[in-house]
């Protein structure tokens, strides 16, 4: 039997990571067990969860002082826990987690889990990612959520790309046809509203189109306030995953443009980027990132630079004044995710790399 340990700092842990568990599960049977350290610093951990080993300490999201001087001592109980439990894989989920966990055992197998590259500021990124690279010198295997992540990292190390793609079923589509008036949805984790609020003031009112923001997030009352009940600008709340599916049947143009002064956001690859291949809608990124660039140069996507109105509002009359373009697009966009891989198939080189280093210790 190997013994799993997800180390991730925020509870409820996000979909990436409930996946990777899941595929383990599934992978390795009754032969795995699963285990979870995580922090919940919203009080929302209220029902015992099998496997769970929760850090209760509030710590609002965004108030990174709160959560710095919180940190070692919840630093203190992921020691505790983990020379408690002694699992056999260990996978820190995100940078700040590879300093969470103590040295390892002989025989422990450590999984760096890169759903985020470091950012902020630049001597701030500069400092974080020094910690990040120093305490790599202890994992086996890095798993990248974004292909572009590789660029920033030494070739010499174990690396595989697991991009996060969606594991729900899909009917096939059929065909791509607009809705009147078009329908533009940003579907998820409601955040980065000084965006949003920009794409609201460029749909605001203006009868081309329906606006649909699918999700929670703590911008979402700020942008409901904001959209002041316009006509044509809609929140539909939290939704359950299986929900997504629905959402892209119903959408024309999804918006998936992030901050690009965001050092994250240039080399990240969004969830929506397969989620949209798999319904054939186009979507909207942001410029000067390296999806951005890749989707336009492929046409199985459209970029805009997200902290100008002008851009939003030309996009915009560019996609209501050219429907066709919006057609063949979601045609090479089906022609383009019939050639991707799935996460199952992707997955099984994560198992493979943990297969490899068991068998290579069972050897020695």
């Not at 890095?142 to 729900?168: C, D, G, M, W």
């Not at 969004?270 to 410029?287: C, I, M, Q, R, W």
Request: charged content about 25%.
């Amino acid at each position: 039997m190997l013994h799993f340990l997800l180390v991730d700092d925020c509870y409820p842990i996000n979909t990436r990571n409930r996946k990777i568990l899941d595929s383990l599960a599934m992978h390795y049977g009754e032969q795995a067990k699963i285990s979870v350290i995580t922090w919940d610093r919203n009080n929302d951990y209220t029902e015992p969860i099998n496997g769970y080993h929760v850090y209760k300490k509030v710590s609002a999201y965004g108030n990174k002082t709160r959560k710095l001087l919180n940190l070692w001592s919840y630093r203190d109980f992921c020691h505790s826990t983990i020379k408690e439990l002694v699992p056999d894989v260990i996978i820190a989920s995100h940078w700040n987690n590879l300093l969470m966990v103590p040295h390892l055992r002989k025989n422990q197998m450590f999984i760096y889990e890169n759903l985020d590259v470091p950012t902020e500021s630049f001597l701030i990124r500069k400092i974080t990612t020094l910690l990040e690279h120093w305490e790599m010198r202890r994992v086996h295997l890095t798993i990248h959520a974004s292909r572009f992540f590789t660029k920033l990292y030494s070739p010499k190390k174990k690396q595989l790309v697991l991009e996060n793609k969606p594991t729900f079923k899909a009917p096939l589509p059929q065909g791509y046809t607009l809705h009147t008036p078009i329908r533009i949805a940003f579907i998820g984790l409601i955040r980065y509203r000084e965006i949003l609020r920009l794409l609201i003031d460029a749909v605001k009112d203006d009868k081309r189109f329906e606006l649909y923001f699918h999700g929670e997030g703590h911008a979402r009352t700020y942008l409901e306030d904001y959209a002041n009940h316009a006509s044509n600008v809609f929140f539909t709340g939290k939704y359950a995953y299986e929900d997504v599916a629905k959402f892209y049947e119903q959408t024309d143009v999804v918006w998936a443009a992030y901050p690009n002064k965001d050092f994250n956001v240039k080399y990240a690859i969004s969830n929506k980027f397969h989620e949209s291949l798999t319904f054939g809608k186009p979507t909207v990124y942001a410029d000067n990132t390296y999806l951005g660039d890749f989707v336009e140069k492929e046409h199985i996507g459209m970029k805009v630079a997200p902290y100008s109105i002008d851009a939003i509002k030309t996009l915009l009359n560019s996609i209501a004044n050219y429907p066709d373009n919006l057609i063949s697009m979601s045609t090479d966009m089906q022609a383009f995710g019939r050639k991707q891989t799935s996460w199952k198939e992707d997955f099984k080189e994560v198992t493979k790399a943990i297969d490899l280093y068991f068998s290579k210790i069972a050897e020695s």
